[in-house]
Structures are given as C-alpha cells and as structure tokens.
C-alpha cells in the first residue's frame, strides 16, 4: 500500500470502479457514499453495457468478480425496434456496431445487460473497508500543502492527496470546482418531480435518451 491516498466523492458505478482499480494497484482508497448502504435507494433496474463498459470493467475487477459480472448479467437484442406515439413500429436500430470503444473480453460478449442493483452489489465487494456510507460529501478545500480537505455532511472531514468527484449529475464537488458547469437539461427531464420544470428538454435531447432503449 502506498501513502498516496485518493477519496473519491460518490460510491456509485464510476466511483467504485475506479476505487477497485486504484485499490489492486496499492494505492490508499476511500469512497465516501451518502447513501445509507446499498438498499437505501433503488438505484434503477437495468443497464445496458457497451464494449467500453464491459472492457474497462474487465480491467479493473479482479477475475471472480468480473466473472461473477458476467454470471449475472444477461445478452442484450442485437436490434431494437422503435414505437411512435401511436405505437406504430418505426425503424429498427441494430446495436451490434453501437458505440462504445472497447474490444472483446475473452469469451465474454462485448455488450451486456446488467441489474443495476446487483452490479453495484459486485463492484461494492472487497471495498467493504474502503467504501463509507451515509458519508454525504459537502465540499472541499485546498491546503497549503497540495493536499485536499474533504467535508462531509456530519461535520467530519478527511485529508487526502487527491479528490474524486464521482458524485453524479448534480456533483457537489463539480459544483465547488467548476460552479458555472450545468447539469444536463434530459437528465432533469427523467425525473417525475420535475415534469412541470421549464427547462425542458429539446428534441435532439430527447433523442440521445433512445440510445439507453432496449
Ligand atoms: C434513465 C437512464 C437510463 C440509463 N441507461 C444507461 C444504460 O443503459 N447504459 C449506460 O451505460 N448508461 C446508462 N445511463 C447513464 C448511467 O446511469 C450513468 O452514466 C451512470 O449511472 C453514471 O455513473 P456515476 O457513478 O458517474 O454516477 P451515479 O450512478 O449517479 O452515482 C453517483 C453516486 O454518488 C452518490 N452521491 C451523490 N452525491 C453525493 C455526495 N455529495 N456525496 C457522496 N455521495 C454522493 C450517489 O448516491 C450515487 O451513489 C442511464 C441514465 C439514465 C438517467
């Protein structure tokens, strides 16, 4: 273990990916999740995983986890047929050359289809020691040494060489960093309790949440 330590903000899909990859190169992790555990919230049903996913997430897991990811996750359609409003069938889109920038795993498919509760379940294994919860990341500050002072929402702090902010859409970490960087307008669309928000989403939005269809 070196004494480079990284927090990362945020215990979601990038942030414990990206802590099992710091934390099988030695490096001094630690995942601050403001959820309560893993039940607290839904994170959602499933997800379809592209071959830059399935590529990154080979690398990073170690091998009975990648293989449990594997085990557990499903073959997406190689081709979606879309509906208008009128539920008459529209074009079909074939996702077998659909973007993503990896290569094929060995003889794992490139595209997966995952639970999202039982992948954050496998990614949150062996980070049982790393990873804290009902840890709400509030900001941080700079130190005169180079260093980063974490603050959390109980009123602890943490010290750390580099913060992550792997936080999600509405990060508190890239709203400290970067405070004129806006969230998306489609994301904000997604959610019920903003349907009446006049920010709402453009046609061409729209169009790129059809890539998450299948
Ligand atoms: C409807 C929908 C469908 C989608 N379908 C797909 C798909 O099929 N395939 C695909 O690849 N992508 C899909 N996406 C996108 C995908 O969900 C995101 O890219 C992915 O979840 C981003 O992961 P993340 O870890 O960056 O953020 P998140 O998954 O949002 O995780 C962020 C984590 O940070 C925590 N957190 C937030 N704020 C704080 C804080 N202040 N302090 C501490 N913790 C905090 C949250 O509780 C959460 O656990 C979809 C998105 C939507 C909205």
């Known amino acids: 273990?070196?004494?480079?330590?990284?927090?990362?903000?945020?215990?979601?899909?990038?942030?414990?990916?990206?802590?099992?990859?710091?934390?099988?190169?030695s490096l001094d992790v630690?995942?601050?999740?403001r959820d309560a555990d893993l039940v607290a919230r839904n994170p959602g049903y499933r997800l379809h995983i592209n071959s830059t996913g399935t590529t990154a997430l080979r690398r990073v897991l170690a091998p009975r986890l990648w293989d449990l990811f594997v085990a557990t996750a499903g073959i997406p359609r190689q081709q979606v047929?879309?509906?208008d409003e009128q539920l008459n069938p529209g074009p079909i889109h074939d996702t077998h050359g659909s973007i993503g920038v990896g290569s094929a795993t060995g003889d794992a498919p490139e595209h997966l289809v995952a639970d999202r509760s039982t992948m954050r379940r496998i990614l949150a294994t062996g980070l049982e020691k790393e990873i804290h919860f009902g840890a709400r990341v509030t900001g941080y500050r700079r130190t005169p040494d180079s260093r980063v002072t974490v603050h959390l929402s109980n009123g602890e702090s943490d010290e750390a060489d580099m913060l992550i902010?792997?936080?999600g859409i509405n990060s508190a970490v890239r709203a400290q960093l970067l405070p004129h960087a806006?969230?998306?307008?489609?994301a904000h669309a997604t959610s019920p309790r903003r349907s009446h928000s006049p920010r709402q989403p453009n046609a061409r939005s729209l169009m790129n949440c059809t890539r998450y269809s299948h």
């Open 165 to 167: 902010g792997a936080d």
């Open 81 to 83: 047929r879309h509906f």
């Open 1 to 25: 273990m070196t004494d480079f330590r990284v927090a990362i903000a945020g215990g979601g899909l990038a942030g414990m990916a990206l802590a099992h990859h710091l934390h099988r190169h």
């Open 30 to 33: 630690v995942v601050y999740e």
């Open 182 to 186: 806006a969230a998306s307008t489609w």
